[in-house]
């Protein structure tokens, strides 16, 4: 598999797993849902956990000190001050590196199962939707 490759599913696996990490806790420390902390945990692991000799592989192919797009900002991007607009932020960002993977995956090199990104993404809605409702219903 090219380098360049690798380094496309490391970096969404990683950001997979952080924007996860973001609505996992808000949904456990702020809205003490543990129905929804458990689904949010249990996809986290589920997407992100790859065979050790993968992450071996990921991780020789990393280049975070050499990437172009270490300082790069979107033009308009804005510290969020609200939660709920941390969690569409989060939620989307999830959304958009499960869409890379599922693409990804569908590359006969790549051994990762394409609809198993393609399911999460869709589950990944729902529960965004269901966050958001519950964070607008506590503010009110």
Same mark, same amino acid.
């Given at each position: ?24 806790? =808000? ?6 849902? $543990?129905?929804?902390? /458990? ?6 692991? %589920?997407?992100? +956990? ?32 609200? =939660? ?6 989060? $939620?989307?960002?999830? /959304? ?6 599922? %693409?990804?995956? +569908? ?34």
């Amino acid at each position: 598999m090219p380098e360049e490759t690798l380094r496309i599913i490391d970096a969404n696996l990683n950001r997979i797993g952080e924007g996860l990490r973001v609505l996992e806790d =808000i949904a456990r420390l702020l809205l003490d849902d $543990a129905a929804l902390s /458990q689904q949010l945990k249990d996809m986290r692991h %589920e997407l992100v +956990k790859v065979d050790i000799s993968f992450e071996e592989i990921f991780l020789q192919a990393r280049n975070s000190e050499g990437d172009v797009g270490i300082d790069l900002q979107a033009t308009g991007e804005e510290k969020y001050k609200e =939660i709920t607009a941390t969690v569409v932020a989060n $939620a989307r960002r999830v /959304q958009e590196a499960l869409r890379v993977m599922e %693409e990804m995956a +569908k590359n006969p090199a790549v051994p990762l199962d394409s609809d198993k990104f393609k399911r999460a993404r869709f589950k990944l809605y729902t529960i965004e939707k269901e966050l958001f409702a519950k964070l607008i219903h506590r503010e009110v």
